[in-house]
Each structure stands twice: as C-alpha cells, then as structure tokens.
C-alpha cells in the first residue's frame, strides 16, 4: 500500500521520532515509485513559496497541514513487513556508485568512488577489499558524478552547483554555481572529454559547461520545454540523449544546431522516473522505465543510435523495485532490483527478449557499475554496502 500525498508531504517536516516517520521513511527508501513522488513535492515545497514571494502574506501551507494532522493523527499504512522496513530505516543512505578502468564506469585505476547523500560527502574505496582510501565533504548532497583521466577530475554535480575535486586525493579544485536544478530525482550529468565539455540537466534544459583546469564556466545552453530525467552522450560525441519521463519519450539534441529528435515509447504508460544508458557495443541507447504513473510496471527500451529502430518494451517483473541498468558484453542488459528483501541484479536480452540469469536474488542492489575483469559491483543504500560480483555472479 503507497501513502497518499497528503502523507508523503508531511514526511517533509516530521521530526524522526514522530509516530509513523519511520514507516514512511522506510518505505520511500523501498519504492522507487513514491520516492519520485516525495521528489516532486520536495521541489513544490521549494518552489511555491518563491513564485508567491512580494505578492503579499504568503499563507503557511505546510503549517495548515501539520495541524490537520495533529486533529486526524498518522495513520499507520505499511503493513504487512513493516518492523523489517523499520530496522532498514534508520541505516546510512548511499546515493550513486561509480568504479574503475571499464568504458561504463569512471576511469580512476583501483577505485571505487561512492556518493553519499545524506553525509553531503565523496568517499574512495579499495574494490578489492572495501578499505576507504579517502574522502572529501562538499558542503552539498552530490547527485551524479563523472570523472576525467586525463585531468583526473572527479565532477559533481551537488544540489546548486558543479564541484571538480582532484581524484588522486579527493581534494576540492573548483565550484560553479547552478541554478534551476529542479527536481534533483531526474538530475543528469554526461562528460565529452574530447571536447572538453560537461553536460548537466537543469529544470528546462541542458547547461554545457567549458572545462579549463580547474574553471568551469557556462559554455551554451539547450533549451526543452520538459525537465530532463537522465543523461548520455551519442557515440559520436555529436548529440546527448536524455528522456522525458511524464510523456515517456526519448530525445535527441544535436550540439551544433539544437535540433531535437524525438522517440515516444509508449503511447500510453508515463514514468514517474526512469534511467538511461548507452550501449557503446552495440550503438544503442537503454531506457528503463522504473515505475509508472499508473502503476504499470518496469520496462525496457533499446533505441538504435544509427537507424532509429526501437526494441521493446521489455515488461518486467513489477516486485521488486527496478532501480538502475548497466548495459553488458554481448547486448545483455544488468537491471539492479531490490525491496529491502530481495532483488539482486536481473540480466537481460532484447535479443531474445527475457531473463538469461539472475544474480544473488537473495540480496537487493540499487546501483550498479562495471569493474575489470567482468566483475560487476552493486551498491544497496539502504544498508550502506557494496557487494562485488565475479563472472559467474557469485557475491565475494
């Protein structure tokens, strides 16, 4: 059972040991579907108060809210597992995972770089035995990373700005501040190394920012009428890719002229949220629909970069929760699945559309990145670990 907005919107200012904070806050950490839906309130809550700002007394909605529910109470609507999502609540939140020496992943030899939101941090880690090799604090929740090898610039892009920290060492180099984020649920951050150039999402577009040394400076701008959720750049360097989860429609913007190129997925699912991936073997752009707005379950596209054709949808499996994709050698596709429970890594084919192997079900993943070697490693946020998988899917 999912809380209803009126819920949801109260998470936002509950103290921790308030009665059902927990339950909500457990399940939100569990179901990619509301946790779009808290995003999106989390921003209305930023956003209200300034559109009505010098118009007058701006009334105190959230306030109303509180005391309406201080007359009706809190219901408890977990359910079933509620004491299991409990002792999952309280438990360090990781956010994003990025690793070494492979096309799909950072380029940095020997590290593991692993984004933690709520400690408003980066931190490095040994991939052969999890050992921290340094961190650095932001002073902001990161939301994507990226790194440079030639620079050995490790980019963030945090919650009001683009930070460029020095890899080796995790030192901080250089801030540019961003406005119009907007939902930070759907950032997205691409890096062209030939070009010098970083790609960042902002509410009603995309920012190209000129990389420098340490300076980063707004180079061009590209303009939607959506706010982007996702964000690839084309094999050729030439055009970014990134989706617009409400219509569930894949777009293509050519950096030279901002032409726009548009794929409609599926004339009647929406996303609440969804992710992105190029497939550099094959030439191809994933999409993974995470949930839908009427609860339809995950999907999975593939977009031919070259001709256009798309495969899918892949339906998958509603339970558990789809949370992130990682394309594989030979057209394979690695979906991260979890619920607290469950889950593990889903591989598969559009091919031969279907599952071809399912990873450590056992155990549940919500990021995942390409090592050396075909070892794939899988981050749970919720318990705060990393699991490294070898090639014949054993969690070591």
Not at 101 to 115: E, I, K, Y
């Amino acid at each position: 059972m999912h809380p209803d907005d009126l819920q949801l919107a109260t998470y936002l200012d509950l103290p921790s040991d308030a009665p059902g904070y927990q339950e909500l806050r457990a399940h939100v950490l569990t179901c990619s579907r509301c946790a779009a839906r808290l995003a999106l309130l989390r921003e209305d809550s930023r956003r209200i108060p300034a559109a009505l700002a010098g118009t007058g007394d701006t009334p105190d909605v959230r306030a109303a809210v509180r005391a309406r529910l201080r007359r009706g109470g809190l219901p408890l609507w977990l359910g079933q597992g509620a004491q299991l999502a409990l002792m999952l609540a309280g438990v360090l939140v990781f956010a994003l995972l990025l690793a070494a020496r492979t096309g799909t992943a950072a380029h940095r030899p020997d590290a593991l770089f692993v984004a933690d939101r709520r400690g408003e941090r980066i931190v490095a880690l040994s991939p052969e035995d999890g050992a921290q090799l340094a961190e650095v604090a932001l002073g902001a929740p990161p939301l994507e990373l990226a790194y440079d090898a030639r620079r050995d610039r490790l980019y963030v892009l945090a919650e009001g700005s683009v930070i460029a920290v020095e890899g080796r060492r995790l030192a901080l180099r250089g801030r540019q501040p961003l406005a119009q984020i907007g939902d930070t649920s759907r950032a997205g951050m691409a890096l062209d190394e030939r070009r010098d150039r970083l790609y960042v999402t902002r509410r009603d577009g995309v920012t190209a920012l000129a990389l420098d040394g340490d300076e980063l400076a707004v180079a061009a701008e590209y303009a939607t009428d959506f706010q982007p959720a996702g964000l690839v750049l084309a094999s050729d360097g030439q055009a970014l890719y990134t989706l617009d989860a409400e219509e569930l429609t894949l777009w293509k913007l050519d950096l030279a002229t901002g032409a726009a190129a548009q794929w409609r997925l599926s004339e009647v699912a929406t996303a609440q949220s969804g992710k992105l991936a190029l497939d550099r073997e094959r030439r191809r752009v994933l999409v993974l629909q995470q949930a839908g707005l009427g609860g339809e379950p995950p999907a999975l596209w593939a977009v031919d970069e070259a001709s256009g054709a798309v495969q899918g949808p892949l339906v998958l499996a509603s339970d558990p929760p789809a949370w992130d994709l990682l394309p594989l050698p030979g057209g394979l596709v690695a979906v991260a699945r979890g619920d607290g429970r469950r889950g593990g890594v889903e591989v598969l084919s559009l091919d031969r559309p279907g599952r071809v192997a399912q990873i450590s079900p056992g155990t549940d993943e919500h990021s995942l990145v390409a090592g050396p070697g075909g070892v794939l490693f899988g981050l749970n946020w919720l318990h705060g670990t990393v699991a490294r998988y070898d090639t014949d899917g054993r969690a070591t």
